[in-house]
């Protein structure tokens, strides 16, 4: 059983930072894909950024290419986001999630292969 717990959410202008961290229970945090997702109000979950088991291979949506950088310390049993040039659309509540697949570009977007989830921390960036 892994639990994961997120932290770092809050209240941003628009065009400024943030970073969200997750936190893993459990010894077999390194075998583990980690992802982050997100669900703004009234719309569906969506993929946002993965990292493989090493950390050597990352992926990303391309909403958020260029501006995010998923990261993770298996020493901290914690992955990261790095959230820069943040606009009002990413608002939404951000998720962290932990899966025992093989990863690769075309599987990390899918959710129901993650086993773990957290319990999401609100991310509002204002206008």
């Known amino acids: 059983q892994v639990q994961l717990v997120e932290s770092g959410g809050g209240l941003v202008q628009a065009g400024g930072s943030l970073r969200l961290s997750c936190t893993a229970s459990?010894?077999?945090?390194?075998?583990?894909?980690m992802g982050w997702f997100r669900q703004a109000a009234g719309k569906e979950r969506e993929f946002v950024a993965a990292?493989?088991?090493?950390?050597?291979?990352?992926y990303y949506a391309n909403a958020v290419n260029g501006r995010f950088t998923i990261s993770r310390d298996n020493a901290k049993n914690t992955v990261y986001l790095e959230m820069n040039s943040l606009k009002p659309e990413d608002t939404a509540v951000y998720y962290c999630?932990?899966?025992?697949?093989?990863?690769?570009?075309?599987?990390?977007?899918?959710?129901?292969?993650?086993?773990?989830w957290g319990q999401g921390t609100q991310v509002t960036a204002q206008s």
């Open positions: 999630a932990a899966g025992g697949f093989s990863g690769g570009r075309v599987n990390v977007p899918h959710q129901n292969l993650y086993d773990y």
């Open positions: 459990g010894r077999t945090f390194s075998s583990y894909v």
């Open positions: 990292i493989s088991w090493s950390g050597r291979s990352t």
